[in-house]
Structures are given as structure tokens and as C-alpha cells.
């Protein structure tokens, strides 16, 4: 499948799947359209789990741009494919994020200086208040369940900030948007093709 293809193809899954925002749509477009074959198991037969994942944070991305006129400051924590963090890049200021595999880092720093893209910084961590001194962050997105509404993140969010995390209660999960002042929403699970058993 050529480049151009392959784009198309991707653009129409998304847009059938909810995602509208020109801007984000744009910013998938700015990307090498081969990347996504890599990243997606193109060569599986178009992944599922990769591409549901995909449709998933870009609609938290849509969500947070439709909420916010303007996205400085994003700090995602423990993130899994790192095509996120490159789109992300293209829509926002400054990107900071956490991992504790050094090799991951280190793979996709390589990627992000193929692409010409600089305002991604990654440190090796478990604990994204490492971050605190580049806070407030228009947006937080937590890769990982809570059981409790991480209070001390929203310390984190700028006034209009909003944090997106998935809340596990007995062995449910909710998708959560939260602002600084901790009001909550508790988004329709199935619009970001997640299940109940899963996480973010």
C-alpha cells in the first residue's frame, strides 16, 4: 500500500469513528503516513487493539481541544505507543511526559529527531510529579486506573485545565474528565471503543 494510501485510509477510519476536529485530523496528516503502518501492524491486517487505541486518545485530544481554545502545557504519564506523544506535539506548546523503560526513551527520541520535532521531553520516571516545576498543564492524561480520584494531580492543572483518567470501581472501569476544581464527568466509555475491564 503507498503512502498515500495508506493516509486516506486512515483518515477515513477516523472520521467514520468520531474523529472531526480539523486540527487533529491535520496534525495525523503532518505525520509520515508510513509510521502509522509501523505502529499500527499494517502489516497484520490493520491491528484492531493498535488502531482502537489510536481513535481513543485522539477523541480525549478532540475532547480537550474543543474544551480549551489554547494547549500550552500537556504532561501524559506512562504513555504506550508513542505516535501520541508526536501528534500531540503538533497541536501543543510543550509535551512532557514519563517512562521507565530508558530504551523506549531513547527509540523514540531517535523518531522524534527524524521527524523534526522538538518540543517533546520525556524523563525516566514512575512519578510525574518529577513535572511539578513546568506546571500548571492545560492537560494531564494518566495511563493507568485509579480507585480514587488522583487529587493531587489536579495541583498539576492550569485554572482551565482538565486531567483524563480511568476509574476502577469494583473491577469496572469509568472514564473519567476532571478539572482543577475536581468537578467530574464521567464519559460514555463505549464513544472511545473502551470496555469496562480495560484501562485508558
Not at 2 to 19: C, D, P, V, Y
Not at 153 to 175: A, H, I
Request: proline share 2%.
Amino acid at each position: 500500500m503507498k503512502n498515500k494510501e495508506i493516509l486516506i485510509k486512515i483518515l477515513l477510519m477516523l472520521r467514520s469513528n468520531g474523529i472531526n476536529n480539523s486540527e487533529i485530523l491535520f496534525s495525523v496528516e503532518k505525520l509520515p503516513p508510513h509510521y502509522y503502518e509501523n505502529l499500527l501492524g499494517f502489516y497484520y491486517n490493520y491491528s484492531q487493539n493498535y488502531f482502537d487505541e489510536l481513535v481513543r486518545l485522539l477523541k480525549i485530544l478532540q475532547y480537550a481541544v474543543t474544551h480549551k481554545k489554547k494547549i500550552n502545557n500537556v504532561l501524559i504519564s506512562d504513555f504506550k505507543l508513542g505516535w501520541f506523544l508526536a501528534i500531540s506535539s503538533l497541536i501543543a506548546k510543550r509535551i512532557y511526559s514519563i517512562c521507565s523503560d530508558k530504551k523506549k526513551i531513547n527509540d523514540l527520541e531517535t523518531i522524534h529527531k527524524f521527524l523534526k520535532i522538538t518540543n517533546i521531553y520525556i524523563k525516566k520516571s514512575t512519578n510525574f510529579f518529577d513535572w511539578k516545576n513546568v506546571a500548571p498543564f492545560d492537560l494531564v492524561i494518566l495511563f493507568k486506573n485509579y480507585k480514587t480520584i488522583p487529587n493531587n494531580c489536579t495541583n498539576l492543572l492550569d485554572k482551565d485545565g482538565l486531567l483524563f483518567f480511568t476509574k476502577e470501581n469494583k473491577d469496572k472501569v469509568s472514564l473519567i474528565m476532571c478539572n482543577k476544581y475536581k468537578k467530574l464527568e464521567k464519559l460514555n466509555i463505549n464513544d472511545f471503543l473502551l470496555e469496562e475491564n480495560k484501562i485508558l
